[in-house]
């Protein structure tokens, strides 16, 4: 990364704690739970991951209930006509490639970060479309900002044009979590399907013991 | 032989639309829109385009009947994040090709008028700055199908 990027970087992450510290710091919301694992691919700086609630068509969804499976976690928005289905597409594909045995220990979770449109109706249909084991999930946007914020991910509501649906420019990461719920690896946007693959049974095959 | 397949595909192509050759210099391969889940009302249409020519082409406008609005769109990834936007041509240079492809150039579908089912053929007209227009017939596909298989 050159020296000129660093800095854009920094100043994003900066105005981007601003911004959320300005609208959505609440401070009874509990600090992050999630440690990094030893020996994870995470490089310093990134984010902290961590447990949190939101809400899915089934109801409540708490990254704690997954103790014990891998959690890929994807932050996006339906409307997203490209880099979501590209990604959630590539996920499922992943997750065809299991076992059933190993399928049962993994569980996909597809976050909007445009709960505005993103209903759990919307939701509901959305997320098993690219594979029954990926669940749509949101929340208020206080809680989705609060959720992203631990992993990361930036977005940000672009103004539409003319009577254009609005897009959302955002991350296209997908976090691996591991059995003890501690974010273990980010894919880059563009994983091929072979290494999404890898990564999960890496992780199974930890059997969420520290390494 | 070299040109043979790219013709008989822009043929086929063009037969499907029920349009004559526009430019045979200009050739569309293996294009396909991408299924969405119900309920969805936005696509991209990804395709290769292919110049034969000796003079530069730039891919101007894209039009369909199966959408209100038709765009060119491109991604950029900027430190991860992917940025959605309209860009005013598409370029395919001389003797080269340009791929539309998933997280890059597209053809972008806002409101499509209709719902998509899987194996549609969606119209689009493609028109270049020459004036030069393909018509295509664009199947649709689960993003599954377009993508390459992983290794078991
Ligand atoms: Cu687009």
Redesign the pocket.
Known sequence: MSRQRYWIAAGICLSMLLVWLAFFWEPDIGTPTGHPGPGTLRPAGQPMGGDFTLDSPDGKLALQDYRGKVVLLYFGYTFC??VCPTSLSALGQAFTALTPEELAQVQGVFVSVDPERDTQEVLSVYAPFFHPRIVGATGTPARVAEVARRYGVSYMKQKPVDDRPY?VDHSSFTYLIDREGRLAALLPHGAPVADIVLQIRRLLGDKGKPS | MKFAKPLIITLVLSAIAGSALADSVLSVHAPYVRLMPPGIK?T?SFMLIKNDGDDDRRLVRADSPAARIV?L?T?LNENGVMK?R?VPHIEVKSHSQTELKPGSF?V?LIDLTAPLNEGDKVPITLEFDDGSTIELAAPVKKPHAAMPMPHR
């Open positions: 006509p490209d897009t | 936005t991209g765009e769109h991604h959605m309209a597209h972008m």
